[in-house]
Structure formats: structure tokens, C-alpha cells
């Protein structure tokens, strides 16, 4: 088929960076004839791949394009399965929505969902996500994880931690955690985590993971009322990154510690999570649905539940809530 000719292609360039290619040795590495090769190179410039032809040598790729088309994700991604599978559109509703629609038509789990642009992306309790195009990462991601519904909340948790490591390896900014789905830089808001479920009464069948970071926005793309709250990688850094590098850095560490949670549990992904946050120790406010509690955040348990302390000495279970830092 076409696109596997094209995914195996960028698979080859990406294996072998800075060397030259001939149009025999992938023609015949990929099982077509020289002049789909050619045809296939010329599509990627097309779609604004820079590739230097040098007689006798072959093809090398010198840059990729700004957009986050699906073959720059490629170009570079060393993950097994996390992001090998994208379903990419310029500008949607909501990545959650298409997800969720190519779950339950039985897509293989990894599957990734990026749009430039969201008109209608949303956080938790259905709150708006300003999602401008070009700017920041929109995708959701599904996975299909054989654990009961108790625990799916644990996967936004590892989320968390995967995407501040990424953000980390790439940028060297770190972010902290704040419960149970935002990153946070200097107390603004950077990224925001929301997980939505496909279950039977006792079993998850798929969990949809949006993940929104803002990348590349300056002050005045974002709206006057989030100016004081939001902020993003530029403006930590006064440098402009490439958001495809960044999810090739989440999809690596998500496929890391998804793995290790497979393997050993949620015990690790834990640890690393409370290294991370800046929730736990401090006095904080969590408005839940039943009401206010003020208290000091002393941890989370082994199914992601937040434990928090009031001054009374009692301790609370915070099972879904906004929680407010106390200054």
C-alpha cells in the first residue's frame, strides 16, 4: 500500500540520520520499484520535507516541515506502538470526540489523534480549551489497559508524569503537578490532562487521553481573562519549539512508563508522581461537588484518590475536584 510505503520510508530516513539513502537500496528495503521511491520523495516535499539528492549517494532529509503533519512524527519516533498510529486533522471540534469514535470502532491501541486547531476543545467539567492553531500540541491519545474501573484514574496520573518528563527531556524546563491533571509553571497553567472512559460494568474497555500544552503561544494569543493564569513553553523560554519533537518526548516516555505500570504496577509511577507535585504539604482547597474542604494535601493512595487532612484531624478521600493552592 501506498501509506506503508511512505511510513517505511520515513522509517528508513529516521534510522539512519544524516546518511544518504540510494533509491535502490529503498526500493528494494521496501519491496516497491525506484520510481515509487521517487514519487514518495516528492510527496514529502510537497508537504514541506527539505531532502538533498546527491548522485550516486542518494537521498538524505536536511529539515521537516513546522506543521505537525503525521511524517514528521515519524521522522524521529522511537516508540514501539505509543503514536504509531495517527489520525490526523487540520482543524476539528475535538481530538476526545474523533478518539473516541476510532475506539470504539476498534482502534489499536497507541492510536493517536492531533489536530492543528480545536474549536471546541474542553478540559475537565466540560470547561473550554483555547486550542489556536499552530501554537500548541492538541492530541488524545487511546489505550487499552486490562485493569478494573477503579483504577483507570491512575492512568492520568502516569499521564502527568510522562508528559512533564517529555516536556523535560526536550525543553529542560520542568514543570510541576498540580492534582490531578494540570502542569504548572511558576503556578500558571501550562498543560492540561483529561481522561474519558469506554467500559463494561466491571472492566475498562479503552481510556481516551486528551493532553492540550500549550508550546509556542506568546502573551497576546492567549484571551485577556487567561493572561494571568496560562502560560507556555515560549514564554518560560522566549524560544520557539518544534511540537513535533515534543510528541515524539511524550510518546516515548508514556510508552516507558505504561510498560512499567503493566509490569509492576502503580507503586513507581506513584513515587514518581508525588516527586513531581506541588500539591502535596500544602494547604489547599478542593470544591467538590458536595461542597468545600480546606486541608493539608498528604498524598495520594495506591487507586490515585487524594488524601486531605482538615484541621479537624479528619481525613478526606477527594475522588474528583478543583483544588486551589492556599498562598
Known amino acids: 500500500m501506498s501509506s506503508d510505503i511512505r511510513k517505511g520510508l520515513i522509517e528508513a530516513f529516521t534510522n539512519n540520520p544524516d546518511q544518504y539513502l540510494s533509491g535502490e537500496s529503498l526500493a528494494e528495503l521496501l519491496g516497491c520499484s525506484r520510481?515509487?521511491?521517487?514519487?514518495?520523495?516528492?510527496?514529502?516535499?510537497?508537504?514541506?520535507?527539505?531532502?538533498?539528492?546527491?548522485?550516486?549517494?542518494?537521498?538524505?532529509?536536511i529539515s521537516s516541515p513546522e506543521k505537525i503533519v503525521p511524517d514528521k512524527i515519524f521522522f524521529g519516533l522511537n516508540t514501539k506502538y505509543m503514536g504509531r498510529n495517527i489520525h490526523f486533522e487540520d482543524s476539528v471540534d475535538s481530538t476526545q470526540t474523533i478518539a473516541q469514535k476510532l475506539a470504539l470502532e476498534g482502534a489499536e491501541e497507541g492510536t493517536l489523534v492531533i489536530a492543528e486547531e480545536q474549536l471546541g476543545g474542553r478540559g475537565r467539567l466540560e470547561r473550554k480549551w483555547q486550542s489556536p492553531k499552530y501554537k500548541?500540541?492538541?492530541?488524545?491519545?487511546?489505550?487499552?489497559p486490562n485493569i478494573p474501573i477503579m483504577r483507570a484514574p491512575q492512568l492520568t496520573l502516569l499521564t502527568a508524569v510522562a508528559v512533564v518528563q517529555g516536556i523535560h527531556e526536550v525543553t529542560g524546563v520542568q514543570a510541576d503537578i498540580k492534582w490531578p491533571n494540570d502542569l504548572l509553571l511558576h503556578g500558571k497553567k501550562?498543560?492540561?490532562?483529561?481522561?474519558?472512559?469506554?467500559?463494561?460494568?466491571?472492566?475498562?474497555?479503552s481510556l481516551i487521553i486528551g493532553i492540550g500544552i500549550n508550546v509556542n503561544q506568546q502573551?497576546?494569543?492567549?484571551?485577556?481573562?487567561?493572561?494571568?493564569?496560562?502560560?507556555?513553553?515560549?514564554?518560560?523560554?522566549?524560544?520557539?519549539w518544534d511540537r513535533a519533537e515534543l510528541i515524539?518526548?511524550?510518546m516515548l516516555q508514556l510508552e516507558k512508563l505504561y510498560q512499567l505500570y503493566l509490569e509492576k504496577g502503580f507503586?513507581?509511577?506513584?513515587?514518581?508522581?508525588?516527586?513531581?507535585?506541588?500539591?502535596?504539604?500544602?494547604k489547599v482547597t478542593a470544591n467538590t461537588l458536595n461542597g468545600s474542604i480546606v486541608g493539608l494535601a498528604k498524598g495520594i493512595t495506591e487507586d490515585g484518590v487524594l488524601l486531605l487532612e482538615d484541621e479537624q484531624g479528619v481525613m478526606h478521600s477527594i475522588y474528583s475536584a478543583d483544588i486551589l493552592l492556599e498562598t
Open 35 to 61: 520510481t515509487a521511491i521517487w514519487k514518495h520523495i516528492e510527496s514529502l516535499r510537497k508537504d514541506g520535507f527539505i531532502l538533498e539528492a546527491v548522485r550516486k549517494k542518494g537521498y538524505r532529509i
Open 136 to 144: 500548541g500540541i492538541w492530541m488524545s491519545l487511546i489505550l487499552k
Open 190 to 205: 501550562l498543560t492540561g490532562i483529561l481522561t474519558e472512559m469506554q467500559a463494561d460494568s466491571d472492566r475498562v474497555h
Open 219 to 240: 502573551l497576546e494569543d492567549f484571551e485577556k481573562d487567561l493572561q494571568s493564569s496560562a502560560t507556555s513553553i515560549y514564554l518560560e523560554t522566549q524560544k520557539s
Open 248 to 250: 515524539q518526548g511524550i
Open 267 to 282: 507503586y513507581p509511577i506513584k513515587l514518581l508522581w508525588e516527586s513531581y507535585s506541588v500539591s502535596l504539604g500544602q
